[in-house]
């Protein structure tokens, strides 16, 4: 059993910079994959990053976010993070943090552990 506790959303202008944090517990976080998602109201949850490599943390996203989010693995204290810059309005949702994949790493359907989320709004 895995528990996961996501912070770090608030509000931010467009333009600005929020980093967001997924705590892990139950097992070492190194021993699965872990990924982001987000879901704005009125649509569905979409993939937004994962760290799929167990070794070399790999490190995969959406083509919305390419080159302005970066996720990151703390090992040794069980997070991972979600560095996001250049924040539009467009980013506005709330974001979970999901673990464990029994299927590929882009689908909600495929993770086993969810927190309870973390809503960032962008104002513009």
């Known amino acids: 059993q895995v528990q996961l506790v996501e912070s770090g959303g608030g509000l931010v202008q467009a333009g600005g910079s929020l980093r967001l944090s997924c705590a892990a517990s139950g097992r070492s976080s190194n021993t699965y994959i872990m990924g982001w998602f987000r879901q704005a109201p009125g649509k569905e949850r979409e993939f937004v990053a994962a760290?799929?490599?167990?070794?070399?943390?790999?490190?995969v996203y959406n083509d919305s976010v390419k080159g302005r989010f970066t996720m990151s693995r703390d090992n040794a204290n069980n997070m991972v993070f979600l560095q996001m810059n250049s924040l539009k309005p467009e980013d506005t949702a709330v974001y979970f943090c999901a673990a464990e994949t029994k299927g590929s790493y882009r689908l909600e359907s495929s993770y086993m552990y969810w927190g309870q989320g973390t809503q960032v709004t962008v104002s513009s």
């Open positions: 760290i799929v490599g167990y070794i070399n943390n790999i490190t």
